[in-house]
Nanobody
Framework: QVQLEESGGGSVQAGGSLRLSCTAS????????MGWFRQVPGKEREAVAR????????YYADSVKGRFTISPDNAKNTIYLQMDNLKPEDTAIYYC?????????????????WGQGIQVTVSS
């Protein structure tokens, strides 16, 4: 059974920081592709960041570049999303995602497993 356990959301004022965590099963983590997406009610889901968990490249949405950092902890089958200089427009439900299958690529179409989502609220 695939499980992605998210934690770390909450409320913060603009300019503040939060760190999201997502822990996967060993098998899911071994697919070498995990990421974070976010969604605001009434809007389409947006890709925020993704990473090759073996230490390969990372990718970010233009809206978060320079403010968010995705990183892996292979010993814990966990990825993190460090969010700094948060803005009110970052308010959303954030979803952890993992590739459905192992493979060589980590693209936006790779993701087939999803966490339940965690709320991040940034007030002005």
């Amino acid at each position: 059974q695939v499980q992605l356990e998210e934690s770390g959301g909450g409320s913060v004022q603009a300019g503040g920081s939060l760190r999201l965590s997502c822990t996967a099963s060993r098998q899911t983590y071994s697919h070498n592709c995990m990421g974070w997406f976010r969604q605001v009610p009434g809007k389409e889901r947006e890709a925020v960041a993704r990473i090759y968990t073996d230490g390969g490249p990372t990718y970010y949405a233009d809206s978060v570049k320079g403010r968010f950092t995705i990183s892996p902890d292979n010993a814990k089958n966990t990825i993190y999303l460090q969010m700094d200089n948060l803005k009110p427009e970052d308010t959303a439900i954030y979803y952890c995602a993992a590739a459905e299958y192992g493979g060589s690529w980590c693209t936006l179409t790779s993701f087939g497993h999803w966490g339940q989502g965690i709320q991040v609220t940034v007030s002005s």
